[in-house]
């Protein structure tokens, strides 16, 4: 069974730093496009960045310079270190993992709030 579980949320305050992190299971993780999203209070999801298997990262633009996607193949784990968080990157952040036939999973997310 395909599973995501994300880890790490919290509550910072704004220019503090986070980091989470998503272990997969029941998975080729190292084959999978995997990546993070997240729901801002009231909004829609949007993409924050992935990360393919063999290393390329694609990043929101407003969060570039400011979060770095990585992966460890060999713990099944992808992480996403946050710096200088501001008030606006409060959401739910969610796992993705894309597998190369398409299937798409997703992990059941993690609360970040950054207060001012």
């Known amino acids: 069974q395909v599973q995501l579980v994300e880890s790490g949320g919290g509550l910072v305050q704004a220019g503090g730093s986070l980091r989470l992190s998503c272990a997969a299971s029941?998975?080729?993780?190292?084959?999978?496009?995997v990546g993070w999203h997240r729901r801002p209070p009231g909004k829609q999801r949007e993409l924050v960045a992935t990360?393919?298997?063999?290393?390329?990262?694609n990043y929101a633009n407003s969060m570039k310079g400011r979060f770095t996607i990585s992966r460890d193949n060999a713990k099944n784990t992808v992480y996403l270190q946050m710096n200088s968080l501001k008030p606006d990157d409060t959401a739910v952040y969610y796992c993705?993992?894309?597998?190369?036939?398409?299937?798409?999973?997703w992990g059941k997310g993690t609360l970040v709030t950054v207060s001012s």
């Open positions: 993705s993992s894309i597998a190369p036939n398409g299937l798409v999973a």
């Open positions: 029941g998975m080729f993780f190292s084959i999978n496009t």
């Open positions: 990360i393919t298997s063999g290393g390329s990262t």
